[in-house]
């Protein structure tokens, strides 16, 4: 219930791998971000940003992946609050979180001289979006995976309110604690940028699935609608899918990563 992985089983994860993942961390002014890493600096970076709750390991299995390996350098951060990126001290305002984020990508453009793409999923997209739209002479790409993206589709649930509570809080794991915390004032932060989507100019490939409750497909609208200017934007829409695309649609999510790279290529 903490949502992160331990070193153990990462470790068995990778027993048979000739590739391993490395571990580090970014110090960002007041923070300390936690990041795996695997690949080669002379390829492309693909940088992957988890939801909410989550850390790093949602995308194991794509640092696993022979093709991806071989086109692409991958990196997996912990986000604030969550993993080993100051697990339990959560950063609710999103506009900060991209902030912190930015200092990872600069460790990255100074060791590599490359704009990584973004790849995302759930709360994450509300992240990247902020990111793009904050710092978009940093990246090359953004891959969208049911992400957040509309304050007036983002409604807090009745358990987020219960979870307010001091007495309810002591019961939950930290990582919940964290989820609820950043999902309470995420329709305010996407209000501050719902006018800014036009700042996108990069490449932009969204996958929703149409059977997603969690995040309704409507998101993925919405992103299409405000970004209609974006020749190099691509809706990608999976009839059947739910929520959990990266875990249960991994063909579907490789395919949109390597046209990405296509598309991004020098």
């Not at 950063?91 to 930015?102: S, V």
């Not at 992400?147 to 002591?170: C, Q």
């Not at 309470?184 to 149409?210: A, Q």
Request: glycine content about 4%.
């Amino acid at each position: 219930m903490q949502f992160r992985i331990s070193d153990r089983k990462v470790k068995k994860e990778f027993a048979d791998q000739k590739l391993k993942p490395t571990f580090e961390y970014v110090e960002f002014e007041e923070r300390k971000i936690h990041y795996s890493k695997i690949g080669n600096d002379s390829l492309p970076t693909l940088f992957f940003i988890h939801g909410s709750p989550g850390d790093w390991s949602v995308f194991l299995d794509y640092f696993k992946d022979s093709t991806l390996l071989a086109r692409a350098n991958m990196v997996a951060l912990d986000r604030t609050g969550y993993g080993k990126s100051d697990f339990g001290n959560y950063e609710k305002n999103l506009k900060k979180q991209a902030y912190f984020y930015k200092g990872v990508l600069e460790k990255f453009q100074d060791t590599t001289k490359q704009k990584p793409i973004l790849i995302c999923h759930s709360y994450g997209g509300a992240v990247v979006l902020q990111m793009a739209i904050d710092y978009p002479e940093m990246i090359s790409g953004i891959v969208i995976l049911a992400g957040l993206s509309s304050a007036e589709l983002t409604v807090p649930r009745w358990y987020n309110s219960v979870a307010k509570s001091i007495f309810v809080r002591w019961w939950l794991p930290a990582a919940l604690t964290v989820s609820n915390k950043e999902m309470l004032n995420l329709k305010e932060d996407l209000k501050l940028i719902s006018n800014d989507f036009d700042k996108i100019k990069v490449p932009l490939m969204v996958l929703h699935g149409k059977k997603d409750k969690i995040v309704p497909y409507e998101h993925a609208i919405f992103i299409e609608q405000k970004v209609k200017d974006n020749i190099s934007f691509e809706l990608t829409t999976l009839p059947e899918a739910n929520h959990f695309i990266p875990w249960k649609n991994q063909d579907s999510v490789k395919n949109i990563i390597l046209k990405m790279l296509e598309k991004t290529k020098k």
